[in-house]
C-alpha cells in the first residue's frame, strides 16, 4: 500500500485533550494509517493512503470536532508565516486588553474593600453587567465556539472547563443584578461577581498571549534553517547572465558564484575553485576546498574563488528543504513518554467535571452560609485551576527544543521517539570503512632505502602506477600529484595479477607490487621484512619497490582513521557506552583499527549481509542498541538498531534506514546525540512533574481542602492566574534546553 505524509496547520488548541481528541477523529477516517497532533507547533502529521483518502476528508475529521485544518493551505513564505503570527498575536493582545482593562474596572467597583475607593458608576451592578458582557461574549467568544462543537461530539476539552466556569460565575451575576429582590428573599445577599468571569477570561487568555510568544521562540530552529536560503541566483541564460529569484531556478541551469555570496541550490561545479563554509548545514566549522566535479550545497557561504555550477536539485529537493522537512517532522512527532500525559489527559477532563460537580454538591449541602455562593465560587475555581494546558505542553516544547538544537550542530533527529531511546543506549556498533575510517586509501608511510630521496621514490612510485587500475593506485597517483610532480613516461608496462606492475621509467627497469612479486624478481627484501611487520600489524598495506633487480624503498597505503573518530568515541566511553567495531577486513587490519581507537569488541570478517545479526546478537544481551554506518550495505543494520545513525556523506539508503542523520560527519556528535536526548529527557520529566504536581496539589485546595483547618479558599481569580502561570513555567523550563551545551 502507497503511503502519504501530509503536515498541515490546525487552528483553535489550547491543551492536550484537544489533541487526544483530533489524533482520534484522524485516526477513524478510513486510509489513515497514523496521525500525530503537536499542540506546540499547532501542526497535525498525518499517514495516510492517497488512493482512499482526500484533503476534504481530512478537512472533514478536524471540523467535525470542532477545530479549523489549514490541509490546502499554500505553502508560504518565512515572512508570510511570522506576518500573519504576528497578526493573531496582535488580534490577541488586543483581547487580552480589552478584557484585562474592562475586568479591572469591574474589580475596582466590585471586589470588598477596594469598592470603596472606586467612583459610585463602576459601582453600579448594571454597569458592570454592561462591562462585562462584551468580555464574556466577544472575548471569550473562541470558549464557546470549541465548548458547544466538543459537547455535540461527547467529548470535552480545556474551553469547555473555562465555558462552563466563567459561564456559571456570569450568569449568577446576570441573576442577582436583573431579580436582586428574588435572591434576598432566600437570604443570599445581592452581591454579584463579575469580576471573577471577566478577570478569569483576561488572565487565561494573557497566559495564552505569552504562551504563544514562548512558543514562537521554540521554533527557532526552522526559521534559522529558512533564513539560510538564498534570495536570487545568478543564472545563464540565452547567453546572458541573469537574476532569477530562487524559485524560478531550474535543474540543468549553470549559475555563476562569487566570493561571498551564498549558493543559491544543489550541484555540482563546472568551472573554477573555491573554499567554502558549510557550518550553515553541517556545523562543521573549517571551510572545505571544492574543485571542478565537487558537490555544493544550497545556503552554504562561498568564501574565497568564483565559479560556476549545474544545478542539481532545486526546491524540496535540495539539501537544506530536506534537512528543514526532517526537522518539521520530528518536532511534530510524538515520544513514547508522552503517551503517558496523554492518557492521562484523555480522562482529566471528564474527571475534573465530576469533581467540579462533587464539589458544587458538598459546599451547598453542608457548606457554611451563604452555601450557595460558597458552591458556585469554589466550582468555578476547580475547573479553572484544573485546565491541562501544562500537560498539553510538557513533552512536545521540549522535543522541538530538542531537536531543533540539534539541526543547529548537524544532528539531524527523524522523530521524537530516537530522541527518547538515544539516552538509554548501552552500546554503540561502528561501522570501520567510510564512518571511523575516511573510506579511501591513503599513502601514509615513504620509505627509501639506499641513497634515492623520498620526493624521488613517491615520483616514480606514481609514474608506474599511472597506467594501473588497482585500487590503491589511485592513491599513490595521488598522493605525487598533491607533490606536483611530471610524472614520467612508461614504457613496456605491464600489470601483473595478484604480484603488481612493472615497466621502463628513465631508463630503469622498475617493478612494485607485494612480496610475491619481489620473490619471482630474485630481489631480496631481508632488511626490509621487520619494518614491512611492523607496518602490516598497524592495518596498513606494504608495497614494495624496486628499480635494476635492487630494493630501492617502501610505500604503505591505508584507510586513514577520521580526525574525530579517537575523541568521539572516548567521549562515549566517559559517557559509560560500550563501543564495538564491525568490518568485513580481516581481523589484522580490524585489530590494528581497534587498537588505535581504544576499542575492545571488534566484529571482523563480517559479510555485509551478516550485519543486521550481529546488531541482533548484541540486543539479544539485553541492551539497547546504535549503529552507526554510511553504506547500503549498512541499511538492514541501521534499520534494526534501536537506534540507527547515519553519516551524512553516506549513501540515501542508509540515510534513509536511520533514525539520526550526523549531516556534519563529526563522530564527536554521537556522544553529542546521546547528551541531548539525555538533556531532553531530563527536561520532560521535570515539566510532567510539574504539570501533574500542580494539578494534584490544587485541585483539593480549589475544592476548599484547607477551609476546615485554616478558613482559606482559592479566589476563582488566583486559580486562573496559577494555571496561566504552570503553562508558561513549562515552557520556558523547555526553552532553557538552549543553553545546555551538548558538544
Keep these: 500500500m502507497n503511503q502519504t505524509k501530509k503536515i498541515f496547520s490546525i487552528k483553535g488548541m489550547h491543551c492536550a485533550s484537544c489533541v487526544m481528541i483530533l489524533e482520534r477523529s484522524l485516526k477513524k477516517v478510513e486510509g489513515v494509517s497514523g496521525a500525530t497532533v503537536n499542540l506546540s507547533t499547532e501542526k497535525a502529521t498525518v499517514t495516510y493512503d492517497p488512493a482512499v483518502v482526500t484533503d476534504e476528508k481530512l478537512s472533514s475529521a478536524v471540523s467535525n470536532v470542532g477545530y479549523e485544518a489549514m490541509v490546502n493551505e499554500e505553502v508560504k513564505t518565512e515572512d508570510e508565516e511570522q506576518k500573519e503570527k504576528q497578526q493573531e498575536l496582535k488580534k490577541l493582545k488586543f483581547k487580552v486588553i480589552f478584557s484585562l482593562i474592562l475586568g479591572g474596572l469591574i474589580l475596582w467597583g466590585g471586589f470588598p474593600g477596594l469598592m470603596k475607593t472606586a467612583p459610585m458608576i463602576l459601582q453600579n451592578f448594571w454597569v458592570q453587567l454592561i462591562l462585562a458582557t462584551p468580555v464574556q461574549f466577544w472575548a471569550g467568544f473562541g470558549f464557546y465556539k470549541a465548548t458547544i462543537s466538543a459537547l455535540k ?178 518536532q511534530g512527532s510524538k515520544a513514547p513518554i508522552q503517551r503517558l500525559a496523554d492518557l492521562v489527559s484523555s480522562y482529566f477532563v471528564p474527571v475534573v467535571l465530576m469533581l467540579a460537580f462533587i464539589t458544587f454538591a458538598v459546599w451547598y449541602n453542608w457548606g457554611p452560609a451563604p452555601s450557595l455562593l460558597f458552591a458556585l465560587l469554589n466550582t468555578v475555581a476547580v475547573l479553572i485551576i484544573a485546565c491541562p494546558c501544562a500537560m498539553g505542553l510538557a513533552t512536545p516544547t521540549a522535543i522541538m527544543v530538542g531537536t531543533g538544537k540539534g539541526a543547529e550542530h548537524g544532528i539531524l533527529i527523524k522523530d521524537a521517539e530516537s530522541l527518547e531511546t538515544a539516552h538509554k543506549i548501552k552500546t554503540i556498533i561502528f561501522d570501520k570503512t567510510g564512518t571511523l575510517t575516511k573510506g579511501t586509501p591513503e599513502v601514509t608511510d615513504i620509505i627509501p632505502i639506499g641513497s634515492i630521496s623520498k620526493d624521488e621514490l613517491l615520483k616514480l612510485a606514481g609514474s608506474i602506477e599511472k597506467g594501473s587500475e588497482h585500487s590503491l593506485a589511485e592513491a599513490i597517483v595521488k598522493a605525487a600529484e598533491e607533490k606536483q610532480f611530471v610524472l614520467s613516461k612508461v614504457e613496456k608496462f605491464q600489470a601483473i595479477p595478484g604480484h603488481g606492475v612493472e615497466g621502463i621509467v628513465d631508463g630503469k627497469r622498475v617493478v612494485f607490487g607485494n612480496k610475491r612479486l619481489m620473490d619471482k624478481e630474485n630481489i631480496n627484501i631481508g632488511t626490509a621484512s621487520d619494518k614491512i611487520s611492523e607496518m602490516e600489524n598497524n592495518g596498513k598495506t606494504v608495497m614494495i619497490i624496486g628499480a635494476d633487480n635492487k630494493l630501492i624503498g617502501l610505500i604503505a597505503v591505508a584507510d586513514i582513521i577520521k580526525e574525530s573518530a579517537k575523541e568521539g568515541l572516548l567521549a562515549l566511553q566517559k559517557l559509560g557506552i560500550e563501543v564495538a567495531m564491525i568490518t568485513g577486513d580481516n581481523k589484522r587490519t580490524a585489530n590494528a583499527i581497534g587498537h588505535i581507537l581504544g576499542i575492545d569488541r571488534i566484529l571482523a570478517e563480517v559479510l555485509p549481509d551478516q550485519k543486521e545479526a550481529e546488531v541482533r546478537k548484541i540486543q539479544a544481551e539485553g541492551k539497547v542498541v546504535a549503529m552507526v554506518g554510511d553504506g547500503i550495505n549498512d541499511a538492514p543494520a541501521l534499520a534494526t538498531a534501536d537506534v540507527g545513525i547515519a553519516i551524512g556523506s553516506g549513501t540515501d539508503v542508509a540515510i534513509e534506514a536511520a533514525d539520526i542523520t550526523l549531516i556534519n560527519k563529526d563522530l564527536r556528535s554521537v556522544a553529542a546525540a546521546v547528551v541531548l536526548s539525555k538533556k531532553t529527557m531530563r527536561t520532560i520529566r521535570l515539566n510532567l512533574v510539574w504539570a501533574f504536581g500542580y494539578n494534584v496539589i490544587l485541585i483539593p485546595v480549589a475544592m476548599g481542602a484547607l477551609y476546615p483547618l485554616f478558613g482559606l479558599l482559592l479566589n476563582p481569580i488566583f486559580a486562573s492566574v496559577a494555571m496561566a502561570t504552570s503553562s508558561i513555567s513549562v515552557v520556558a523550563n523547555s526553552l532553557l534546553l538552549k543553553r545546555k551545551r551538548i558538544i
Design 153 to 330: 461530539h461527547r467529548t470535552a476539552n480545556m474551553d469547555t472547563l473555562v465555558a462552563i466556569g466563567t459561564t456559571v460565575a456570569f450568569a449568577y451575576s446576570a441573576f442577582v443584578t436583573v431579580l436582586p429582590e428574588l435572591v434576598a428573599k432566600i437570604g443570599i445577599e445581592a452581591m454579584p461577581y463579575f469580576d471573577t468571569s471577566t478577570v478569569i477570561i483576561g488572565l487565561i487568555l494573557l497566559g495564552r498571549y505569552f504562551e504563544a510568544k514562548a512558543k514562537a521562540g521554540t521554533s527557532e530552529a526552522i526559521k534559522k534553517l529558512i533564513g539560510l536560503q538564498a534570495k536570487t541566483a545568478r543564472v545563464f541564460r540565452d547567453g546572458k547572465e541573469i537574476d532569477f529569484p530562487i524559485n524560478e531556478v531550474i535543474i540543468g541551469d549553470i549559475i555563476r558564484v562569487r566570493p561571498g555570496e551564498k549558493i543559491p541550490v544543489d550541484g555540482i561545479i563546472e568551472s573554477g575553485e573555491s573554499s567554502i563554509d558549510e557550518s550553515m548545514v553541517t556545523g562543521e566549522s573549517m571551510p572545505v576546498d571544492k574543485l571542478r566535479g565537487d558537490v555544493v550545497v544550497g545556503a552554504t557561504m562561498n568564501k574565497t574563488g568564483a565559479f560556476t555550477f549545474k544545478t542539481t536539485k532545486v526546491g524540496g529537493e535540495t539539501m537544506l528543504a530536506q534537512i528543514i522537512k526532517l526537522v518539521q517532522e520530528a
